[in-house]
């Protein structure tokens, strides 16, 4: 089972350039969110969706955007990056909310922006 | 102060046992969750405990729970060099549920041989 694939593993922006972050699974969860991961600072939801077609603001959502056009699919877009945007970025999806709502995390994306 | 608060780091020696502490402010949460976290990966569901349950127990891994406190305890049992992760503490808070869980901002567990 393929699970939460995130593409790229790693990738290194200059300031002001624009980029995309992949997120597919293959789990058929309705749940899907983004989170980004500081050193020390835990995670922070920058923003999710209960479906294709509807997404929701995070706890940090300013400098995303998200499209949910599929079950599958939930992309991640960064506009002019900054550098205070350099951080690991964890995409994850769940079945349910309620219930045990667990969440099934992808490996990661690390991001550096200079 | 924060949501959810954890210690950054945790040493302890190979055989030992561990315990992880974590604090939250949400009174109602429902669910209450334990993330593992190995270098490089995402994070990992390593158990949960319900907030009608005071302890679970699954193998190494007890679970306690002290709802008046608000204080959530993870002890790991015999702890082995595989143990050495970042452990997350994930309170489901109110009206948690679509907006995904609070983590704590992690405890390093780190194992002397």
């Known amino acids: 089972n393929a699970g939460v694939t995130q593409t790229p593993k790693f990738r290194i922006l200059k300031i002001g350039q624009s980029m995309t972050l992949q997120c597919t699974q293959d789990?058929?969860?309705?749940?899907m969110y983004w989170y980004r991961q500081d050193p020390g600072m835990g995670l922070k939801l920058i923003y999710y969706?209960?479906?294709?077609?509807?997404?929701d603001k995070g706890e940090v959502p300013n400098g995303y955007n998200v499209s949910r056009s599929t079950t599958e699919d939930f992309p991640l877009r960064l506009e002019l990056a900054a550098p205070s945007q350099t951080s690991v970025y964890f995409c994850?999806?769940?079945?349910?909310?309620?219930?045990?709502?667990?969440?099934?995390f992808g490996e990661g994306s690390r991001l550096t922006v200079l | 102060g924060e949501d959810v608060e954890q210690s950054l780091f945790l040493s302890v020696r190979e055989g030992d046992s561990s315990v992880i502490n974590c604090t939250y402010t949400?009174?109602?949460?429902?669910?209450l969750y334990w993330y593992k976290q190995e270098p490089g990966a995402g994070l990992q569901l390593l158990t949960y405990?319900?907030?009608?349950?005071d302890m679970k127990q699954d193998q190494r891994l007890t679970v306690l729970l002290n709802k008046k406190d608000k204080h959530l305890s993870l002890r790991i049992a015999d702890t082995q060099t595989g143990d050495s992760a970042i452990y997350f503490c994930?309170?489901?808070?109110?009206?948690?549920?679509?907006?995904?869980?609070?983590f704590g901002k992690g405890t390093h567990l780190i194992i002397q041989p």
């Open positions: 949400d009174s109602s949460s429902t669910y």
């Open positions: 994930a309170p489901r808070m109110t009206g948690g549920g679509a907006d995904g869980l609070t």
């Open positions: 969706s209960v479906g294709a077609g509807i997404t």
């Open positions: 994850a999806s769940s079945y349910v909310a309620g219930a045990t709502g667990e969440l099934f």
């Open positions: 789990m058929n969860h309705n749940y």
């Open positions: 405990i319900f907030s009608n349950m």
